[in-house]
């Protein structure tokens, strides 16, 4: 049973800066991060293929989000800056999503999920 950790959450100004972090209990060869607003659908932000470092990222977010990890730690990371109120939601990671060598932004890819962390720009 894969378990999925975030932390890092929380408020920031506009403009402002959060790094969250997911901690897995197996290693993965692809991480996502996706978000999710009240009356939206979940949707994918940024991905990493663990065994390369390749990443993806929507396009609402390039430029502005960097998505890394830690193989000696399970853990990947996902650093926004120049926070918007439209970033707002609550920030899942997930495992799965492989596509070869490399990784889908798609949730339906996705086969585990960790609890979420809430995300408030304002």
């Known amino acids: 049973h894969v378990q999925l950790v975030e932390s890092g959450g929380g408020s920031a100004q506009v403009g402002g800066s959060l790094k969250l972090a997911c901690t897995a209990s197996v290693r993965t060869k692809c991480m996502g991060w996706f978000r999710q607003a009240p009356g939206k659908q979940r949707e994918g932000v940024a991905a990493i293929y663990t065994g390369g470092g390749s990443t993806y990222y929507a396009d609402s977010v390039k430029g502005r989000f960097t998505i890394s990890q830690d193989n000696s730690k399970n853990t990947g990371y996902l650093q926004m800056n120049t926070l918007k109120p439209e970033d707002t939601a609550r920030y899942y990671c997930?495992?799965?999503?492989?596509?070869?060598?490399?990784?889908?932004?798609?949730?339906?890819?996705?086969?585990?999920w960790g609890q979420g962390t809430q995300v408030t720009v304002s």
């Open positions: 997930a495992r799965g999503g492989r596509l070869g060598s490399a990784c889908s932004l798609l949730r339906d890819r996705y086969n585990a």
